[in-house]
C-alpha cells in the first residue's frame, strides 16, 4: 500500500536581485530561464552554478540571443554568471534558425537510407544538438551541406565501438539510441543518467522500447550499451508519454520487417505537432487506431 501526497506550492511577491544558486546538471532552463528575468530587475545579481554545468551550448545560446537584444550577462567560465540590473531589451529584427534537437531525428532517418534534406539550419549554431553532425560521422555516415541546409546520408560504415558522452546533447540520446541499433558494432551512450528526469525516465523507455523491437540493448544506471544490427523485428511499444521517444521509435521502424505500433503516439505535440504530417511527407506510413 502506498499512500500519494499532493502539494500545493503557492507563489507570491517579486523576484529580487541577489545571488541565485542553481544546480547545472539538472536543467539548463532553470539557468536561461533567470537570464531573462534578472536583467530588468534594480539591482545586480549573480548566478552562481554549483554543480558540472551541462548542456552548455543553450547556455552560449541564450547569452548570444539575449546579447542581440541589447542584454549584457557576463560569463565567468561557467561557474558564475554576472547580470546587471536595470538592462532595457530593446527591439531588432531577428532570424529564428531551425532546432537541431527535432532535425537530429530527420538527419539520422537520412544515415539510415532515406531521402531528406533538412533546411534552415545553422551548422555554426550555439545549439548543443548540433553535435548529431559530428555523431553521424563518427558512425561513418555523411553529411551534405547546401545553402541553408544539411542532409544525413548512410550507410554507417564505422564498425568499431564507439563511446558517445551526452552530458551536453542529452536529447539526442533517443535517435542515438536507434542509430546504434542499426549499426553494426556496439555503440556506448554515456554520462546519461539526467534522462532519468526528461519527460520519461528515458533510459528506462529506450531500453524497454527498443528492445521491444529487437534490438539489444542494456540498460545501465547511467548509460546505455547497444549491439548493432542490421534490422529489427518491429512490435508493440508505449512511448511513455515522450515525445522524443515517440520520434525515435517511429524513425526505428523504417529499418523493421513489420510494423511498429506506438501507444501515446500523441505525445509528440509537446513539441513537434506536425511530426506525423512530416513523417507521411517524407514517405512514411502510419494508420491510426485507437490500441487498447
Given at each position: 500500500k502506498?499512500?500519494?501526497?499532493?502539494?500545493?506550492?503557492?507563489l507570491c511577491g517579486n523576484l529580487t536581485p541577489g545571488k541565485y544558486k542553481i544546480r547545472g546538471d539538472v536543467s539548463s532552463q532553470f539557468i536561461t530561464g533567470l537570464m531573462f528575468a534578472l536583467p530588468l530587475l534594480g539591482g545586480d545579481s549573480r548566478i552562481v552554478i554549483t554543480t558540472p554545468l551541462e548542456s552548455k551550448g543553450y547556455i552560449d545560446l541564450t547569452i548570444s540571443a539575449l546579447k542581440d537584444c541589447s542584454i549584457t550577462i557576463e560569463n565567468k567560465n561557467y561557474k558564475e554568471f554576472f547580470i546587471k540590473g536595470g538592462?532595457?531589451?530593446?527591439?531588432?529584427?531577428?532570424?529564428?534558425?531551425?532546432?537541431?534537437?527535432?532535425?537530429?531525428?530527420?538527419?539520422?532517418?537520412?544515415?539510415?537510407?532515406?531521402?531528406?534534406?533538412?533546411?534552415?539550419?545553422?551548422?555554426?549554431?550555439?545549439?548543443?544538438?548540433?553535435?548529431?553532425?559530428?555523431i553521424i560521422s563518427n558512425m561513418g555516415g555523411s553529411l551534405e551541406y547546401g545553402e541553408n541546409s544539411i542532409a544525413g546520408k548512410g550507410p554507417l560504415i564505422v564498425y568499431d565501438e564507439i563511446t558517445i558522452d551526452v552530458s551536453q546533447c542529452p536529447d539526442l540520446a533517443p535517435v542515438i539510441a536507434v542509430l546504434g541499433s542499426l549499426r553494426k558494432g556496439r555503440t556506448k551512450i554515456v554520462n546519461a543518467k539526467r534522462l532519468r528526469l526528461k519527460e520519461s525516465d528515458r533510459l528506462k523507455a529506450l531500453s524497454e522500447g527498443l528492445g521491444k523491437i529487437g534490438a539489444k540493448i542494456e540498460e545501465l544506471p547511467d548509460s546505455l550499451v547497444i549491439e548493432g544490427q542490421e534490422t529489427l523485428e518491429g512490435g508493440i511499444v508505449d512511448s511513455n508519454g515522450d515525445h522524443r521517444i515517440v520520434m525515435a521509435l517511429a524513425i526505428a521502424s523504417m529499418r523493421c520487417k513489420n510494423p511498429v505500433i506506438i501507444k501515446n503516439s500523441d505525445a509528440v505535440n509537446k513539441s513537434y505537432p506536425g511530426f506525423w504530417n512530416d513523417f507521411v511527407k517524407l514517405g512514411g506510413e502510419i494508420f491510426e487506431f485507437d490500441y487498447r
Open positions: 502506498f499512500s500519494l501526497v499532493l502539494s500545493i506550492l503557492t538592462q532595457r531589451y530593446r527591439p531588432t529584427d531577428y532570424y529564428v534558425e531551425g532546432d537541431f534537437s527535432q532535425s537530429a531525428f530527420w538527419l539520422g532517418a537520412g544515415a539510415l537510407g532515406a531521402d531528406i534534406i533538412c533546411e534552415n539550419i545553422n551548422n555554426k549554431t550555439f545549439q548543443g544538438d548540433k553535435a548529431i553532425l559530428e
